[in-house]
């Protein structure tokens, strides 16, 4: 990415505590059907207040658009690009609500720098959204505990069930 500047013009760079580059503030929520926030089996979760198709644009990931840093992230850091990544923390980021699935209703997909967060499969009203937050975040950040999704709970269960 590069920025041409006149001689007239001047520009403010912004770092954020991790000493990146803030591109742009994304706060405007972008949410094309009706969502509720409450309990899931992983904390609090996304669920679907209505009936969504397949291939449905859900919401945007949004947050601060900053350069790529390999310190430390937080869990909210959505890897956009080699050089972009959105840092979703702040709470008006409804989409960080969705929980990893390894058997997800919807899947993350990249347009142009923005995350959307898009159905692979029709959501019925009432149910809660996941996608797979892909192999190295799962291993960074899931693997250590163990996966709470309803698929790995479920396979547990049979397991712990088969013990006794
Ligand atoms: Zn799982």
Redesign the pocket.
């Known amino acids: 990415m590069s920025i041409v500047l006149s001689p007239s013009q001047f520009i403010f760079i912004q770092y954020d505590k991790r000493h990146c580059m803030i591109i742009e503030t994304r706060t405007e929520p972008h949410a094309n059907y009706k969502l509720k926030v409450k309990r899931s089996s992983a904390g609090l979760g996304l669920f679907a207040d209505e009936d969504i198709p397949k291939g449905a644009r859900i919401i945007e990931y949004i947050g601060i658009v900053r350069s790529s840093s390999d310190e430390d992230a937080n869990k909210y850091i959505f890897n956009v690009s080699s050089k972009l990544d959105i840092d979703g923390s702040p709470r008006y980021n409804t989409a960080r609500y969705a929980n ?4 997800p209703n919807a899947e993350s997909d990249i347009k142009k720098g923005h995350v959307w967060i898009v159905s692979t499969k029709h959501i019925a009203k009432g149910e809660e959204i996941t996608y797979d937050y892909g192999k190295e975040y ?1 291993d960074v950040h ?1 693997k250590p505990l163990g ?7 479920k ?1 547990r269960e049979k397991k712990d069930g088969l013990k006794i």
Do not use: A, D, L, Y
Request: charged share 30%.
């Open positions: 990893h699935s390894c058997g799962f899931i996966c709470r999704c309803e698929k790995c709970t396979r």
